[in-house]
T-cell receptor, first 114, second 108 residues
Framework: NAGVTQTPKFRILKIGQSMTLQCAQD?????MYWYRQDPGMGLKLIYY???????DKGEVPNGYNVSRSTTEDFPLRLELAAPSQTSVYFC?????????????FGAGSRLTVL | RKEVEQDPGPFNVPEGATVAFNCTYS??????FFWYRQDCRKEPKLLMS???SGNEDGRFTAQLNRASQYISLLIRDSKLSDSATYLC?????????FGAGTTVTVRA
C-alpha cells in the first residue's frame, strides 16, 4: 500500500520553464490537495479537488493549474516558472467524513527556480 | 489576522520535562482540529485529533477551548524522539488551515 506518491522528489527549473508535479494515491480517497511550504511558514493551499472532474482554487493558486481526470491522480502544472515558486510542494489526500478530515501526505517535491 | 497562529518557539527542554504550547484560530465556525508532527524536511503526519472534552494519547494531551478559540498540546516525560515541529491544523469546510508550527527540541 503506497499511500500518496509524489514525483519528482527534487527539480531545478530555469525561469520561464514549465513542469508538472505528479501525485497519485491508492487509498480511494475522494479529496486531494496541493500545498506549498516556504521556510518558516505554514502550508498554503494551492488547489484542491473533492472528486474526479472537480477542482477548486485554494489560497495561492496563481501560476499553477491542476486537473483531476481520475480518483487516483492529481497533477500540478507550473507554467512559466518564477523564483517565487521555489518551495517544497506537498500533495495530500483524505477521505473526508463528517467533518473529520485527516490528511495523508506525500513525501514532498522540492522545487528550485533559478 | 492569520487564520491559525502559533508560537514558533523553539522550545528547548531536557529529557523528561513537560512542555506545552498553544495555537489560536480566527474562524469561530471551524469544525475540527488537529495536531500534526513534521520532522525536518519530511512530510507532516497526524499526531492526534483534538476533541472538545480534551483527549490524551500516551504522553500527549490536547485541549480545545472554543470560547477563547485556541487549542493546546502538552507533552509529558519528553523523549529525544519528540524533537520536531508541531503544526496546528484547523478544518473549515474540508479546507485545512495550517499554522507555521512550533519547534520543540528535546536535549539529553
Amino acid at each position: 500500500n503506497a499511500g500518496v506518491t509524489q514525483t519528482p522528489k527534487f527539480r531545478i527549473l530555469k525561469i520561464g520553464q514549465s513542469m508538472t508535479l505528479q501525485c497519485a494515491q491508492d487509498m480511494n480517497h475522494n479529496y486531494m490537495y496541493w500545498y506549498r511550504q516556504d521556510p518558516g511558514m505554514g502550508l498554503k493551499l494551492i488547489y484542491y479537488s473533492v472528486g474526479a472532474g472537480i477542482t477548486d482554487k485554494g489560497e495561492v493558486p496563481n501560476g499553477y493549474n491542476v486537473s483531476r481526470s481520475t480518483t487516483e491522480d492529481f497533477p500540478l502544472r507550473l507554467e512559466l516558472a518564477a523564483p517565487s515558486q521555489t518551495s517544497v510542494y506537498f500533495c495530500a489526500s483524505s477521505y473526508a467524513n463528517s467533518g473529520a478530515n485527516v490528511l495523508t501526505f506525500g513525501a514532498g517535491s522540492r522545487l528550485t527556480v533559478l | 489576522r492569520k487564520e491559525v497562529e502559533q508560537d514558533p518557539g523553539p522550545f528547548n527542554v531536557p529529557e523528561g520535562a513537560t512542555v506545552a504550547f498553544n495555537c489560536t484560530y480566527s474562524n469561530s465556525a471551524s469544525q475540527s482540529f488537529f495536531w500534526y508532527r513534521q520532522d525536518c524536511r519530511k512530510e507532516p503526519k497526524l499526531l492526534m485529533s483534538v476533541y472538545s472534552s480534551g483527549n490524551e494519547d500516551g504522553r500527549f494531551t490536547a485541549q480545545l477551548n472554543r470560547a477563547s478559540q485556541y487549542i493546546s498540546l502538552l507533552i509529558r516525560d519528553s523523549k529525544l524522539s519528540d524533537s520536531a515541529t508541531y503544526l496546528c491544523v484547523v478544518n473549515n469546510d474540508y479546507k485545512l488551515s495550517f499554522g507555521a508550527g512550533t519547534t520543540v527540541t528535546v536535549r539529553a
